[in-house]
């Protein structure tokens, strides 16, 4: 597609509730990226995926947090018994084998628990 | 990976010049410095990217010293679409992507 796509765009779970999000990067992109923007604040790195190298998952806060990247393409973040201070925008973002240059984002999944 | 500081917020007023300075006192020598804006709701937006000297798109213009440990966005008459994040990143370039670590940004404030 022409830009990262993310969906769905806002998720409103039960604390204690699994939830998935999905990203799907720029055809031919390489690398993803995700990460997590709380209200107000910075990017937080969560994992890094590089072609069929195994993943950098050294930003993944807990062990509630698992992702995967299916083909090389579709990437899906799961957080597994929600809580509320997971609550935030989580940002998907892609790129060619070129570093920051060529990093684009999604518009990210608003996800609030409640 | 070279470690960023920038103005946690700036104000200005339309019409002005404004320039954000980014320190990156230990960038390696294949580092590249990047700077992304980001609105509200929306992901960060790539805006230009530089190695040394100074760079000039048709948004912004990035001049970086001989020392390359600093680096400073100049946007030009700004107008109140340029309220935003801005970020400072230095990463490698135009090499194997690389896990990318973002600072806490510039809040720039553009008022009437």
């Known amino acids: 597609g022409a830009g990262v796509s993310q969906s769905p765009s806002n998720k409103v779970t039960e604390k204690g509730k699994d939830v998935e999000l999905r990203c799907d990067p720029i055809?031919?992109?390489?690398?993803l990226y995700w990460y997590r923007q709380s209200l107000g604040q910075g990017l937080e790195f969560l994992i890094y995926?590089?072609?069929?190298?195994?993943?950098?998952k050294s930003g993944l806060p807990s062990d509630r947090f698992s992702a995967e990247r299916t083909g090389g393409s579709v990437s899906t973040l799961t957080i597994q018994r929600t809580q509320q201070e997971d609550s935030a925008v989580y940002l998907c973002?892609?790129?060619?084998?070129?570093?920051?240059?060529?990093?684009?984002f999604g518009s990210g999944t608003r996800l609030t628990v409640v | 990976l070279a470690k960023t500081t920038q103005p946690i917020s700036m104000d200005s007023y339309e019409g002005q010049e404004v320039n954000i300075t980014c320190s990156h006192n230990n960038i390696a020598t294949n580092d590249y410095i990047t700077w992304y804006q980001q609105f509200p709701s929306q992901g960060p937006r790539f805006i230009i990217q530089?190695?040394?000297t100074k760079v000039t798109n048709e948004v912004a213009s990035l001049f970086i010293p001989a020392d390359r440990k600093s680096s400073t966005l100049s946007l030009p008459r700004v107008s109140l679409s340029d309220t935003a994040v801005y970020y400072c990143l230095v990463a490698p370039g135009y090499s194997s992507a690389s896990k990318i670590i973002f600072g806490s940004g510039t809040r720039l404030s553009i008022r009437p």
């Open positions: 995926f590089q072609g069929n190298s195994a993943p950098d």
């Open positions: 973002a892609s790129s060619r084998d070129r570093g920051a240059y060529g990093y684009t």
């Open positions: 530089g190695y040394k």
């Open positions: 055809s031919g992109h390489t690398a």
